[in-house]
């Protein structure tokens, strides 16, 4: 796991990065931390290394999936449900798809 932004080193400007690219992205493959450009002091773009990307991403897709379940317990919780046959045949009908 990545240890903490450092402000002093992962955070630089465009024109650094443009400078000196070779050497940012050789701290970034080292130190697996996000590096943030700046453009006029302000933050721009986040460079990140692959490995730690995906990670991120399935990290996402997992809260995403955990929140969708905890919503449908809810809504199974507070009546907000109806049976898998009404539910199809509702479709069916809305469709017009024969039985």
Do not use: C, W
Not at 23 to 41: D, E
Not at 54 to 75: H, K, S
């Amino acid at each position: 796991m990545a240890s903490p932004i450092d402000i002093t080193k992962d955070i630089q400007s465009l024109t650094t990065f443009r400078r000196q690219s070779a050497a940012v992205l050789k701290q970034l493959q080292k130190n697996k931390r996000p590096v943030f450009l700046t453009v006029r002091g302000k933050p721009e773009l986040v460079l990140q290394d692959p490995e730690s990307y995906q990670r991120l991403v399935d990290l996402a897709e997992r809260v995403d999936t955990e929140d969708a379940i905890r919503r449908g317990l809810d809504d199974i919780a507070n009546g907000r449900t109806i049976p898998a046959k009404e539910a199809f045949a509702k479709v069916r009908k809305k469709h017009g798809i024969p039985r």
